[in-house]
C-alpha cells in the first residue's frame, strides 16, 4: 500500500513539474530571446502631408498647432527607415522622408488673410532619429506552441509612441505668371536689405513626434498607420513671418517679380477702412508662432531575421514558430 501510494505521488510529482516546466521553458523562450532573432527592421510607408503655418487655414485669425489646418492642400509624403529593437518594447528608427507642404491665403475668408493673398510651395526633406516605445506589439498565433493545445490568443495589434530630433530641408516657392518662382533669393520682407531681418536658412532642425498602430500579416511582415507631428524652430517655411518691407526698395533691390510677390494683396475689403493693412511695418506674418507640419503614412514593415545558428533544423524552428516580435 505504501509502494502504491509512493509511486502515486511521484507520479502526480513529475506531473506537476512537466506541467509548469512546458509553459514556462516557452514563456521564458518567448519572452526572453525570441525577440532578439527580429531585432531589425526595414519599413515603407506612403501618405500625406500638411503645412501649419500663416497661410490659409480655416476662417479665422491664425491659430497655433492643428487647429488652423486646411485639408484642401494636403499634399503626398513618402518614407524609408531602419528600426532596431533594443529591447524587447524600445527602438531606435533612423528614417528618411520626402514631403510636399503648400498654403494660399485665397482659401480662407479672414479678411486680413484673404487681402493678403499670399501663397507657397515647398518641397520637404527630412532625416531623423527617433526614440519608440511599443506599449503594445504585434503578434501572431498563440502564446505557446504546443501541438494540439490552443492556448492564449495573442496580441493581434501593436501600439506605439515615438519622439526624437531631426533635420530638415525646405525652399519655399510662389507661381508667378505660371512659372514657380524660388522666394528665398527675393527678399520679400526685407532680408539683406537695411534694417530688414536676417536671410533665413534652408536647413533646419525638427522635433518629430507622433502615434502608431501595427498589424501583424505573417512573421516576418506587418502593416500599420502612424501620424507624425513636426515641430520646427523657423518660421520661414512658407517665405512669412515678420513685417512688411518698404515695396519700393524691394522693387529698387531685387526687380519687378520680388515686389510683386512681396505683396500681392488684393487692395479690397472692409480692412482698408482702418488704413493700409500692408504699408511698411505692418504685420505679414507672426515670428512667435513657428510653421510645424504633419504626416499620415500607412506602413509596412518587414523584420530582418538573424540565426543564431547556420544549422537547417535550428533554421526551421525559427520558422514554425507561431509567435512573432
Known sequence: MKERYSCITHFLFALGLGLFAVPTSAQYFR???YWKTMRQEVSLGFGISNFLGELGGRNQIGSPFVWDLEPSQTRPAAHIDFRYFVAQKMALRARATYGVLAGNDNLTKEPFRQNRNLSFKSDIYEACLVFEFHLYQEELGHMYDLRGVQGSKSSRIGFYAFAGIGGFYFDPKAQFENTWVRLKPLGTEGQGLPEGPEEYNNIQVCVPLGLGVR??????????????????????????????????????????VAAFLADPSLGIGPVYEIGNPTAPGQQRGDPDDLDAYIFL???VHYKLIKYKSGSKK????IRRQKIVF
Open 31 to 33: 519572452q526572453s530571446s
Open 215 to 256: 498589424k501583424a500579416i505573417s512573421k516576418t511582415l506587418s502593416a500599420g498607420l502612424e501620424l507624425q507631428y513636426t515641430k520646427t524652430f523657423t518660421d520661414y517655411i512658407d517665405d512669412v513671418s515678420t513685417n512688411y518691407y518698404d515695396n519700393a526698395a524691394i522693387l529698387a533691390a531685387n526687380g519687378e
Open 314 to 317: 535550428y533554421r526551421t524552428r
Open 297 to 299: 503614412k500607412a506602413q
